[in-house]
């Protein structure tokens, strides 16, 4: 397991923005799942490699809770998206404080339909709904550095995202492809895998800095997010299995401002658990990584509840 699962450890990831977060539209950059992982650290000695991550969500609230979407103020939301993302990153012999340098990309191509209760100029409510579809916010990494000098056990990266608002955004639109700001994202990934136990613990810990839509005036809060793995890996095949659990937790520490916040700070905190299943196996020169989980939102506030389905596929030369 030593040689198979040290080199299987290098699968950048999407951080797609799906729904229903406290941020404006409902949405933030971050979803839950997007780091939590051995499948989402960074190889340990230079490499190149390719990713597709597919994320579904879908969530729901009530009449009662109200929600700003696209300058509009909705209720008894009902949102749907998937989200298929390519990405590559490559780990380069630089080294920066005993540290590989690795930049990469992702490219999200995301599909989106709200339902909602809209409180129109004379207080009147109306049902609508919008459907969307296309290239969303691009993610990228310009500073993103890999350390394994202190045990092949241990794992710890260090990740500088930016997101970009390559999205189409439009004001009065429930459903969009992007945000229409921009969001900067320091985090870190501290990964265990025994390599003679098979024992993971994994764990991402991100900070979100959010510029303002100047479309709709409205300044997104800060937010801090964790997400932990739990599993144990064993034999199968020419490959090893992982069984285990993903836990997430996510809290808005600064409120929303600005004239489009027009329900006030709106903090949003979400939290869930849920199985996660991969898969991880060597050929020759080639490493293949597969992983699948259920996510569901167990608590939350000032954001819909619901379910993310992760499907993550990589592959490392």
Partial sequence: MRTTCRHLTGFLVLAVALTA??????????APGSFASFVDVLPGDPA??????????????GVSRQFPLGGQIAANVNATSYADSPGAFWVTPLNILGAYYAPGVTIPFVWTDVKAQVTGPLGNTVSRSDSVSGLGDLEFWPVALSWTTWSTNLHVDFFGGIYTP???????RLANQGLGYWTFEPGLMVSYLGQKNGIEFSTYIGYDFNTENNTTDYQSGELFHIDATLAQHIPLGKGYIGVGANGFYLQQTTGDSGSGARLGSFKEMTAGV?????????FRKMAF???VKWLPQLGTQNTVKGNYLWVKVGLQF
Avoid: I
């Fill in 289 to 291: 990584a597969a992983e």
């Fill in 166 to 172: 390559t999205g189409d955004y439009q004001k009065n």
């Fill in 21 to 30: 977060r406290a941020e404006e539209g409902g949405v933030g950059h971050y």
């Fill in 274 to 282: 849920g199985p996660v299943l991969s898969y991880a196996a060597q």
């Fill in 48 to 61: 190149v490699g390719f990713f597709n991550y597919f994320a579904y969500y879908n969530g729901n609230a």
